[in-house]
């Protein structure tokens, strides 16, 4: 932080990832609160100035409340993704555009921060957290292609929350 604070290229920090939201690694399994309340503290400390954002996943509803409490919030959008766990398939996120707004309006309204896309999938989500570099192009496919590329997009301008390259 310190190296790059002064940078006229940075706009914000990114606290963790879907922090609260556990399953994505076996490696990382510490989601206490405190600890991200601790490292809030500590870049705020570090650089006051630029905003800090803490993301959330869009498959779980709620909204995010107690501490920390960022400048904004961030939301990721991914709308066929590998199920891993009962299905074992891919599977298509039944999520209406609009449903993102209301997210975005209730959590508004609850907490008086801003939410915005920050992760809108443009890439393929190998099974069973296979490495893209060890997925067929024809298996990549299956997620995501061009076609689905375009519909996306289309998806996360019709979602009428702000996206991170508009930010």
């Not at 556990?22 to 990382?28: A, L, T, W």
């Not at 209406?96 to 309204?109: D, E, M, R, S, V």
Request: glycine letters at 4%.
């Amino acid at each position: 932080m310190n190296r790059y604070k002064g940078s006229p290229a940075l706009e914000s920090y990114q606290l963790e990832n879907e922090f609260l939201l556990p399953g994505f690694s076996s490696k990382c399994t510490d989601f206490n609160r405190d600890r991200l309340i601790t490292e809030y503290n500590l870049v705020k400390q570090l650089d006051p100035y630029h905003k800090l954002v803490i993301s959330r996943s869009n498959n779980v509803f709620g909204l995010p409340i107690g501490d920390p409490v960022p400048d904004e919030y961030a939301i990721a959008v991914y709308k066929r993704v590998w199920e891993a766990v009962i299905l074992k398939r891919y599977i298509q996120e039944p999520y209406p555009a609009w449903y993102y707004a209301f997210l975005a309006g209730a959590q508004k309204i609850m907490t008086g921060k801003n939410m915005f896309i920050h992760e809108l999938q443009t890439e393929a989500w190998p099974p069973n957290h296979q490495s893209i570099t060890d997925t067929s192009l024809e298996e990549q496919n299956k997620s995501f292609d061009a076609e689905r590329m375009r519909d996306t997009i289309k998806f996360g301008e019709a979602t009428d929350v702000i996206m991170c390259f508009d930010h």
